[in-house]
């Protein structure tokens, strides 16, 4: 099992960054591909970005591409995402999720979640 702890989250007007950051409490974190997930109110879980067990793929989603970076430190057990040129439809919850396998950004294939941060872009 694997506990995660999100940071970061706040308010931001449009164009402005914001560093997120996920604590991993596992002896293994190596073991675990990561993603960063976002929830807006009244619609779906979306992954955002997501990064392999040992951080050597990243994965994003359309939307994000050339504005966000995943990245992981292994020996600090933690993943940072790093967001800029926000935009207001990047509000949302952000969670952190971790599964025993090789990424995806197939937001259900995630097994262990953080309880959120919230992201707020502010026009």
């Known amino acids: 099992q694997v506990q995660l702890v999100e940071s970061g989250g706040g308010l931001v007007q449009v164009g402005g960054s914001l560093r997120l950051s996920c604590r991993a409490s596992t002896r293994t974190f190596s073991s675990y591909a990561i993603a960063w997930i976002r929830q807006a109110p009244g619609k779906e879980r979306e992954a955002v970005a997501a990064?392999?067990?040992?951080?050597?793929?990243?994965l994003y989603v359309d939307s994000v591409k050339g504005r966000f970076t995943i990245s992981r430190d292994n020996a600090k057990d933690t993943v940072e995402l790093q967001m800029n040129s926000l935009k207001p439809e990047d509000t949302a919850v952000y969670y952190c999720a971790a599964r025993r396998s090789a990424e995806t950004l197939r937001a259900a294939y995630y097994d262990y979640w953080g309880r959120g941060t919230q992201v707020t872009v502010a026009s």
């Open positions: 990064i392999s067990r040992i951080g050597g793929t990243t």
